[in-house]
T-cell receptor
């Protein structure tokens, strides 16, 4: 069965600093990977996705992620964070056994300090 | 284009009661998935409906049931509510042509007392 691990429960970053959120996955085939963001009391918004091809994918709001098969990782990065980036971030993997369910990690809460 | 909507926004129920949550999928989408998100956790897959049929189920007991209607809107029903059912319930819709992208609604916050 597939699984996703987000090792960092909470990260604090200064505004303007760079950001990297870690995601490791376990899956027997080529994974379909996603990053979602959730603001307090809100639903999930898709930041970016990886299906195949170029291992560096660009998303919305200036985020990017790099797929590394050898490390089973799909880390999210942003060169310079803004106060509005404070939120919960979820990495997810899609199973394609006919019902396309998403399996999520436990999330990383991002706090931005001035 | 209308996004995914859910109702109600918040709900308080008593243990043992039954609840129905509703979801309207995004225009053009024929697949609806439901997720439960407990406080401080990632969403957990409950089940998916495709063209009014259940199309996969997660590790949830039978008291969690659902429906999908001809207009592709959906309901999640939970019987015999337990305290642990308190969570944010998220609905996501997708189109089978691009079913890998699921679009989430804002969720329904259920509190069981």
């Amino acid at each position: 069965a597939q699984s996703v691990t987000q090792p960092d429960i909470h990260i604090t970053v200064s505004e303007g600093a760079s950001l990297e959120l870690r995601c490791n996955y376990s899956y027997g085939a080529t994974p379909y990977l996603f990053w979602y963001v959730q603001s307090p009391g809100q639903g999930l918004q898709l930041l970016l996705k990886y299906f195949s091809g170029d291992t560096l994918v660009q998303g919305i709001k200036g985020f990017e992620a790099e797929f590394k098969r050898s490390q089973s990782s799909f880390n999210l990065r942003k060169p310079s964070v803004h106060w509005s980036d404070a939120a919960e971030y979820f990495c997810a993997i899609l199973s394609n056994f006919g019902n396309e369910k998403l399996t999520f990690g436990t999330g990383t809460r991002l706090t931005i300090i001035p | 284009e209308t996004g995914v909507t859910q109702s109600p926004t918040h709900l308080i129920k008593t243990r043992g009661q039954q609840v129905t949550l509703r979801c309207s999928s995004q225009s053009g989408h024929n697949t609806v998935s439901w997720y439960q998100q407990a406080l401080g956790q990632g969403p957990q897959f409950i089940f998916q409906y495709y063209r009014e049929e259940e199309n996969g189920r997660g590790n949830f007991p039978p008291r969690f049931s659902g429906l999908q209607f001809p207009n592709y809107s959906s309901e999640l029903n939970v019987n015999a509510l337990e305290l642990d059912d308190s969570a944010l319930y998220l609905c996501a819709s997708s189109n089978t042509a691009g079913a890998w992208e699921q679009y989430f609604g804002p969720g329904t916050r259920l509190t069981v007392t």
